[in-house]
């Protein structure tokens, strides 16, 4: 924490970037307390969520958050560190740690300076106090997920607060957020709130939060069990020297317990999470859109099934607007007449061969199939990609789309799911430049989906209630009602925890969940290693133990004398 030392100047334009509002006023180089004493609360909320922006400048967020995992791939530039394992130096791991570890501070200093204000109605001061202990909860959890015991900061340096701290325990991190959310839960006003503001955290995203940090406590802590897994090697090489791609298949897996949560009862906080899940669907303040395209369509932005997302605008400055959108899916460039342009990180095909069900709209209109790759000056045509290769049958008949002349994708970044969700832009068709992409931190299908996962384990499989709280995801994805599926194999608390995993696995492909989710239910190595050294595109997947944790900054570790060696094997 001493790369934040005293922070007591703001920076030019502390625009409110929780809020759709973007005509605010702005203070620059002045003291805390002089912001403090003009009574302007929504320029120290907006100046703490600034630092939300800052990791997504030059990609490194989504770089950190998406790439070590299994269903992530492209080419081997592009993942040759986070995706291949060499954390170690990176500058995308250094910065995911110093980012979060600013917004800590700046949410727990500018609590401080909101508290001091009197002349703001008592309603209007608790929801901004309520937006800074979200803030810092967020920013605590994504940090001990990723990086293991950390410095707990429960009151900021610039309060006098000693800027050398040692690493607490995971335990006594995590009991600080709970209690934390449990704090802005109090303060924050509902979603419906006459006050509340488009964009903002509300009442129920701190609710949604907790339940999911109950969740990831319940699964890292359990001691044993099993879970089944789609995947093992992308392809092999034949006799004759040439290659075939290789479907996915069911390996059951034993979790471990992950360390430093060996104190946690599981099922105990499995019942909390349910609990807090179910509170959060029953008030409504959420609901899920009535389909992907809505979803993730620019009309929709900070939609009710959005909990928490990044809040961006189109057009000012390199700060606000990111290359999300031109890196996770591409664009189509009219300098090269209309040929295919970035979008090299790809989910691989293997993700895509989970679903068993062809017509889910997540891979029917959430996956680009028809990708232009070249321009052929004699014809003045361009010619075609096709995706999946199981549309070739479409292919040969010239129909869904499709042209007889198409043919099958190759490459890293080529052959794989381009997700549709990140053209949720203003400005579509995309150009290649940066776009006002808002990241989904958190969405009401996680809650359903958490309430589930909860309720099996609980109960020792699901509940009726938890099948058709499913089923509600299923019907806005087209896809088999998961009581459905029930009727014909009944699940078992094995079963249905499997089932659970890859429905988030495809949900949530690409927004940052797929990593941790392997971390906190134990199997990370089992799945990486299942892969083999490396996958169809020469991606390292090979995992160690080491990896179970990203590696702490070099200057954390040099300069603060309470930290003595970093995490395990670096």
């Known amino acids: 924490m001493k790369l934040i030392k005293i922070f007591n100047y703001f920076i030019a334009s502390l625009f409110l970037l929780t809020a759709c509002d973007l005509e605010e006023e702005t203070f620059t180089f002045v003291s805390g307390d002089d912001v403090a004493a003009s009574g302007s609360y929504d320029q120290l909320v907006s100046g703490a969520f600034l630092t939300l922006h800052f990791p997504f400048e030059w990609g490194n967020y989504a770089e950190l958050v998406n790439f070590d995992c299994d269903y992530q791939t492209g080419p081997g530039w592009a993942f040759g560190s986070i995706g291949a394992g060499n954390f170690y130096n990176s500058g995308s791991n250094d910065n995911f740690y110093k980012y979060y570890s600013q917004s800590v501070h700046r949410a727990n200093y500018h609590y401080y300076l909101v508290n001091k204000i009197s002349n703001i109605p008592e309603k209007t001061k608790n929801n901004a106090l309520g937006e800074l202990r979200f803030l810092k909860a967020w920013s605590q959890f994504q940090l001990v997920q990723h990086f293991g015991p950390i410095p707990l900061f429960k009151t900021s340096i610039s309060e006098g607060n000693d800027p050398e701290q040692p690493r607490a325990s995971i335990k006594d991190v995590y009991e600080h957020i709970i209690e934390t959310l449990k704090e802005a839960e109090t303060l924050l006003v509902p979603r419906a709130d006459s006050e509340y503001k488009k964009g903002h955290v509300c009442r129920g995203t701190a609710k949604a939060l907790l339940a999911k940090v109950y969740a990831t406590i319940g699964s890292a802590s359990m001691e044993n069990g099993n879970i089944t897994v789609k995947g093992g090697p992308g392809s092999k090489t034949n006799p004759d020297g040439t290659i075939s791609r290789l479907m996915p298949v069911p390996i059951t897996h034993e979790k471990d317990q992950v360390a430093g949560y060996e104190e946690f009862d599981s099922q105990e906080f499995y019942r909390l999470a349910k609990e807090k899940a179910w509170e959060v669907i029953q008030e409504g303040e959420f609901e899920l859109a009535s389909s992907q395209q809505e979803l993730w369509s620019a009309a929709y932005k900070n939609g009710p099934e959005f909990e928490f997302c990044l809040q961006t605008i189109d057009g000012n400055g390199t700060l606000y607007y990111n290359f999300v959108s031109k890196d996770f899916l591409g ?240």
């Open 331 to 570: 664009y189509s460039n009219p300098v090269y007449n209309g040929e295919w342009s970035n979008g090299f990180n790809v989910q691989r095909d293997h993700w895509l061969q989970t679903f068993d069900d062809w017509d889910d709209e997540r891979i029917t209109w959430g996956v680009l199939h028809r990708i232009p790759y070249y321009y052929d000056k004699n014809t003045g045509k361009l010619l075609y990609y096709f995706y999946p290769e199981r549309d070739s049958v479409y292919v040969r008949k010239g129909e869904n789309g499709y042209d007889k002349t198409d043919v099958v994708a190759n490459g890293a970044h080529m052959y794989g799911s381009k997700l549709m969700k990140f053209s949720a832009v203003s400005n579509y068709p995309l150009d290649g430049n940066r776009a006002d992409f808002n990241w989904p931190y958190m969405r009401y299908a996680e809650t359903l989906l958490i309430y589930a996962e909860a309720d099996n384990e609980v109960n020792n499989g699901p509940s009726s209630q938890a099948l058709q709280t499913v089923d509600l995801l299923n019907k806005r994805n087209n896809s088999t009602l998961s009581s459905e599926r029930n009727n014909k194999i009944p699940y078992t608390k094995e079963t249905f925890r499997s089932y659970i995993l890859e429905e988030r696995a495809k949900e949530f492909a690409a927004e940052g969940i797929r990593r941790t989710d392997l971390i906190r239910w134990g199997i990370y190595l089992q799945v990486m290693n299942a892969i083999g050294t490396n996958d169809e595109n020469e991606i390292v997947k090979r995992r160690e133990q080491k990896h179970l944790l990203l590696p702490l900054p070099l200057d954390e570790v040099n300069a603060n004398p309470y930290i003595e060696t970093n995490n395990p094997g670096w």
